[in-house]
């Protein structure tokens, strides 16, 4: 099956399931049609999928990774050449700009809310988007299956607590896990505390991936745009955190990747860690 079919079938089939959409247009553009694709996709409550539909999406989304480019290990310089860095751990820390849906990991970090759901919004730019549309929806759908079994033991009204995080497959992604976790919000000004539960949310990372045996990790700018943290403090924690956190577990990690979207988070980077 190509991958126009494949498109077609899932539109067709995210439709289909859907009263409220059954008599949408498709449009006959591809980029249009991949757009509404993923519009279905993000405003999908979780439920499993129909098995040859999910067959079909699975295909879907592997090919959609291969043609975004998956970007391995190899690919990414360690700071101690890309910058010619002689800080601590030059050799296991990295810089890279770019999409993190792309990168071959063993785990990826998403800036969650408390839901734990990703976002439905349609085709909104968060991070938590793009990495439940591209994983498929099984994610969605694990996601919630923890947040149930949370409730069974703290209350239907449980929403996931600042810097805890939740780990799940990758699935369709390149990267074999995602790690979820939610960062502190900055409603008026930063905080001492806001400031601690920003450093918790990278430190708990790291601590689950010690915990499962992940050896590589990339992480995005947590708690930075909608959630109002400045950007250069919030680099400033991560880099000391993780610094700190591989200085008390050496040999831990393989590779920690600092992931930047903004060309000003890379600017920020490049002066912290050369």
Known sequence: MT?????????????????????LEVPRDPEEQRGLLRSLMNIRRPRPLPAEVQ???DAYLKERAEEKGIV?????PVI???????????DTISLWQGDITRLKADAIVNAANEEMLGCFVPLH??????IQTFAGVQMRLECARQMQEFRKIHGEDYTQPTAVPMITPGYNLPAKHVIHIVGPIVQYHLTPELERELADCYRNVLN???????????????STGVFRFPAQKAAEIA????TEWLKKHPGAMDRVIFNVFKEEDRKIYETLLS
């Not at 991958?3 to 008599?23: C, M, P």
């Not at 730019?125 to 793009?130: F, H, L």
């Not at 689950?208 to 947590?222: D, N, P, Q, R, T």
């Open 72 to 76: 391995s290990l190899k690919e990414i």
């Open 55 to 57: 067959t079909v999406q």
């Open 80 to 90: 101690a050449r890309s910058l010619y860095s002689h800080r601590a751990f030059a």
């Open 208 to 222: 689950l991936c010690l915990e499962k045996g992940l050896k590589s990790v990339a992480f995005c700018c947590i």
């Open 3 to 23: 991958q126009e079919k494949r498109l077609a079938v899932l539109t067709e089939a995210f439709i289909r399931e859907s009263d409220g959409y059954r008599h």
């Open 125 to 130: 730019a968060c991070i938590d988007n793009q």
């Open 239 to 242: 880099v000391n955190t993780v």
